[in-house]
């Protein structure tokens, strides 16, 4: 059973950063890609960011230049470092995983961006 433990959600003031941290465990098979979607109230989920296994990174425009995704392959961990944060990007931030072809998520951590 794949489990997820995230952090490092919470409130920050517009142009600050925040870093969130995602740890993955309980696989019989290697990670594959690993990434973050956000969710607001009453949109659809949104991609912000991947990286593969062999650590290509992807952004979604709109965070491009102010987020950075990186991966541990020893400790299954993912993080997002989200610097010049601004109110649009505040969500509940979702970790996924792929494995075997199948995608699974984590529980979600609250990203607010207010003054």
């Known amino acids: 059973q794949v489990q997820f433990v995230e952090s490092g959600g919470g409130l920050v003031q517009p142009g600050g950063s925040l870093s969130l941290s995602c740890a993955v465990s309980g696989s019989s098979f290697s990670l594959g890609a690993m990434g973050w979607h956000r969710q607001t109230p009453g949109r659809q989920r949104e991609w912000v960011a991947t990286i593969s296994s062999g650590g290509v990174r992807n952004y979604y425009y709109t965070v491009k230049g102010r987020f950075t995704i990186s991966r541990d392959n020893a400790k299954n961990t993912v993080e997002l470092q989200m610097n010049s944060l601004k109110p649009e990007d505040t969500a509940v931030y979702y970790c996924?995983?792929?494995?075997?072809?199948?995608?699974?998520w984590g529980q979600g951590t609250q990203v607010t961006v207010s003054s």
């Open positions: 996924y995983v792929r494995i075997e072809g199948r995608d699974y």
